[in-house]
């Protein structure tokens, strides 16, 4: 906001609290921030008078308030930041960052007030980024809208995700709310917003809310971004207790007979951070505990991720973090995605381990502490991964894509009495019940040093991938696109419009041999993905997995369609457990659905095409 700007009587109001109340929260901050700080916030609060910088009675354009909609990612904003994507525009822009955050800051307050039953005062928000080389830049935009929406900011700097949730809880930070920016593994010329309060991440409807009050701000203010700042962001250094916390939960379980502060002397562990913000983990955790971290790659974070992605999916990060576990014999290889939030490892003997695979080690972990436990993962993994978890008196439950989908089911399934202590989604996203329902890459991997040097402690030398030995592995996997062909305000609907008539033509049996797949449990039905009791989750985006069977196999593969909620197109996943089974598959979803029901003609199916002709992908 312009220096000459002061704020709106509605944003005062969210401020200028009873100045006569004292409560906890008032002191609280008072500790927080020092005494000169602290009365420099409520100087600047009592000096507001009026905001002529925006106007919220003017008509505002629909392809204004779309511009923010589309920011929104499911649970998350994220959006263009850099020029530099062929055919795609900037349009995570810093007014829009700021008006976002703005609304995310009105909302937290909001919440607070209808909690509490009386006004808030202080209201305080943490922000941490990844090493993006708009962070900077759109940190600003952040604390601007922030400190519109009536809270005080803290500045972690690089920071991870699972750190931006924790300085909630953790004190003596315990802020109200958190904000992580950042993109995940999506190229540097991307950046987004990850929403917490102390109840965890929010979700799809609650940024929906906020991103459409947003757009309403964006769409009618006047005024550009704020650049220069009336009160600055208080400067914090979270990832230290972070990282002690980390250290302590180590020391605490492994509770080593010999070297108790040092219970990794004598393992060698690689981790590569792939330039994101996950270093820490290796100078802050591992090495003050003992191990051997000589050899890991790219921990110096570079917002143009110079090496590869930072993604524990990908080929080359995980190529080259084997070859550097073969090539210095160490005991495990620790690959992070650039927000820390997921992770994936490689054992002693090179083999990686991401995927329905690293589901399978966390289940047998978590299922020797909680024998019984239900297992929700994304309705992705395989037909060998429910025969593994079942085979160790283990429940697994197959629920939607998109790892909020698959946390939020552990928590319902939990508050109904169903024990269920881990959620993985196939792409690495996994979360505990003992860890608050997070989903964090580093403290999945603190589970799997425990057991490691446990298992060393009681004599075996095997390794951590001895524990996934037995987990058959599919004989086919794919995963194909399909792209919608619309404008991008009608993607959605067209893509709704496809999976839905899928989902006909399995039930009325035109394709014949496939059938919509179930568990049978968790309230749950219509190809596991839908929930059909008392408070069904709301659906983001529409899925179907059928089974597919013939006479001669039976049951020998699955077919899974689901709309993008992250681009205009459907993604089929597909597996067999039969030589030539997916592309049998993919024959018949071209030739007897896509062709048959004629979606083709807003669907571009070429890839569809490309594999049935070809066997492969080029």
Not at 1 to 23: E, G, V
Not at 36 to 59: H, I, R
Not at 143 to 148: C, I, N
Not at 421 to 435: D, F, I, P, Q, R
Request: hydrophobic share 40%; aromatic share 6%; net charge negative.
């Amino acid at each position: 906001m312009a220096a000459s700007t002061s704020p709106s009587p509605n944003l005062l109001i969210s401020l200028h609290r009873n100045a006569k109340k004292t409560n906890y929260h008032s002191l609280s901050l008072h500790n927080k921030l020092g005494f000169s700080s602290f009365m420099q916030f409520n100087k600047f609060v009592k000096s507001l008078k009026s905001y002529g910088a925006a106007k919220y009675d003017g008509v505002v354009e629909d392809e204004e308030l779309d511009k923010i909609r589309r920011l929104q990612n499911g649970s998350d904003v994220r959006g263009v930041a850099l020029e530099g994507e062929k055919g795609r525009t900037v349009d995570l822009t810093p007014p829009a960052v700021e008006a976002i955050s703005e609304s995310f800051g009105e909302w937290v307050i909001k919440g607070l007030e209808k909690e509490k039953g009386y006004l808030v005062e202080n209201v305080s928000v943490s922000l941490g980024r990844d090493p993006r080389i708009t962070g900077s830049k759109l940190s600003v935009a952040v604390f601007a809208g922030l400190t519109r929406g009536g809270c005080m900011v803290f500045d972690m700097g690089l920071a991870t995700t699972p750190a931006c949730f924790m300085s909630t809880l953790l004190p003596p930070f315990e802020y109200d709310a958190s904000i992580m920016m950042t993109a995940s593994h999506l190229p540097y010329t991307r950046n987004g917003l990850k929403f917490f309060t102390k109840g965890g991440g929010l979700t799809s409807l609650e940024v929906e809310e906020i991103c459409d009050n947003a757009a309403r701000k964006y769409a009618n203010r006047m005024a550009k971004v704020s650049s220069l700042l009336k009160v600055l962001p208080i400067k914090v250094d979270f990832m230290s207790a972070y990282s002690k916390h980390l250290r302590e939960i180590i020391k605490e379980r492994i509770s080593h007979p010999l070297h108790y502060e040092t219970p990794l002397e004598g393992f060698q562990i690689i981790v590569n951070a792939g330039n994101g913000s996950g270093g820490f983990f290796t100078w802050d955790v591992l090495d003050k505990l003992g191990a051997d971290t000589f050899g890991s790659l790219h921990l110096k974070p570079d917002g143009m991720f110079p090496n590869h992605i930072p993604n524990p999916e990908d080929k080359i990060a995980m190529a080259m973090t084997r070859a550097a576990v073969l090539e210095n014999s160490a005991d495990l290889g620790i690959v992070f995605d650039t927000d820390v939030d997921r992770s994936g490892v490689v054992d002693n003997q090179g083999n990686a381990i991401n995927g329905d695979r690293l589901i399978a080690l966390m289940s047998s972990i978590v299922l020797k502490e909680n024998p019984g436990s239900t297992i929700v993962t994304d309705a992705r993994t395989s037909m060998s991964l429910t025969k593994f978890i079942t085979d160790r008196g283990g429940h697994h439950c197959l629920y939607r894509v998109g790892y909020r989908n698959v946390i939020d089911k552990g928590v319902h399934l939990n508050k109904d009495g169903i024990e269920t202590h881990l959620m993985m989604e196939t792409s690495g996203h996994g979360a505990l019940k003992e860890n608050h329902f997070l989903d964090d890459g580093a403290y999945m991997v603190v589970k799997i040093i425990i057991e490691m040097v446990r298992m060393k402690l009681g004599g075996s030398d095997e390794g951590i991938g001895s524990l996934i030995k037995d987990l058959e592995e599919p004989c086919e996997s794919i995963e194909l696109r399909i792209n919608i062909i619309s404008e991008p305000r009608d993607a959605k609907a067209k893509g709704l419009e496809a999976i839905e008539t899928f989902r006909n033509y399995i039930e009325e049996g035109m394709l014949k041999g496939w059938e919509l797949d179930s568990c049978g449990d968790c309230w749950v039905s219509e190809g596991c993905l839908v929930d059909t009791n008392d408070t069904p989750a709301h659906i983001d985006a529409q899925m179907y997995r059928a089974r597919v069977l013939n006479d001669e196999h039976g049951q020998h593969g699955w077919i899974h369609m689901r709309q993008s909620i992250h681009n205009p197109n459907i993604a089929v996943n597909m597996q067999s457990s039969v030589q030539g089974g997916c592309l049998s598959m993919a024959r018949a979803l071209r030739d007897d659905f896509l062709k048959a029901s004629g979606v083709d003609t807003f669907l571009d199916i070429a890839q569809i095409d490309e594999f049935v002709e070809n066997g492969s992908l080029a």
